[in-house]
T-cell receptor
Framework: GDSVTQMEGPVTLSEEAFLTINCTYT??????LFWYVQYPGEGLQLLLK?????DKGSNKGFEATYRKETTSFHLEKGSVQVSDSAVYFC???????????FGKGTRLSVIA | GAGVSQSPSNKVTEKGKDVELRCDPI?????LYWYRQSLGQGLEFLIY????????KSGLPSDRFSAERTGGSVSTLTIQRTQQEDSAVYLC???????????FGQGTRLTVV
């Protein structure tokens, strides 16, 4: 079945550092790919998405490019802030009657 | 978020009791998911409803868990004979279509004592 693998955390960075959180997937067909974020004490929010190969999703300074050749959707941000501290989840949704599949999440802590 | 209302927001129950959790979606969302998240853990898929298709129940951890969605809208997740390991935040999410994102509610925090 479909699956998502993302790098395990926790990841600790200093403010203004460059962030990469790796995400790879296994799926048949052409799934849509997503990054969700969960800030401390809050619910899950959609951060960005890409629906086809070579699409780039972006939001709040975060970017991820749908790479079909490497089955990856790595999350990047050029300069992180303390307010970016959260848990980040990579997810995919295939067409048809299949559920949204999540990775295990990566906890990011940004220190001033 | 995005019009997903879950109730109750918090529930404390005694071990062995049955509980019912509710998800009230806004209209137009054909896909409905239930997940649970234990403290500090990732998301565990439970069940997925898509339109009039048979639900995907592959994530339900035991036969104590069941869910239904009436009239393609409101959904209830029922846990019978609750156990302490059932303590978690239960999340409902909604989606449109078959290849799109889902929007999550704030969840129900279930504590079994």
């Amino acid at each position: 079945g479909d699956s998502v693998t993302q790098m395990e955390g926790p990841v600790t960075l200093s403010e203004e550092a460059f962030l990469t959180i790796n995400c790879t997937y296994t799926a048949t067909g052409y799934p849509s790919l997503f990054w969700y974020v969960q800030y401390p004490g809050e619910g899950l929010q959609l951060l960005l998405k890409a629906t086809k190969a070579d699409d780039k999703g972006s939001n709040k300074g975060f970017e991820a490019t749908y790479r079909k050749e490497t089955t990856s959707f790595h999350l990047e941000k050029g300069s992180v802030q303390v307010s970016d501290s959260a848990v980040y989840f990579c997810a995919l949704k295939n067409s048809g009657n299949t559920p949204l599949v999540f990775g295990k999440g990566t906890r990011l802590s940004v220190i001033a | 978020g995005a019009g997903v209302s879950q109730s109750p927001s918090n529930k404390v129950t005694e071990k062995g009791k049955d509980v019912e959790l509710r998800c009230d979606p806004i209209s137009g969302h054909t896909a409905l998911y239930w997940y649970r998240q234990s403290l500090g853990q990732g998301l565990e898929f439970l069940i997925y409803f898509q339109g009039n298709s048979a639900p995907d129940k592959s994530g339900l951890p035991s036969d104590r868990f069941s869910a239904e969605r009436t009239g393609g809208s409101v959904s209830t997740l029922t846990i019978q004979r609750t156990q302490q390991e059932d303590s978690a935040v239960y999340l409902c999410a909604l989606g449109r279509g078959t290849n799109t994102e889902a929007f999550f509610g704030q969840g129900t925090r279930l504590t079994v004592v």
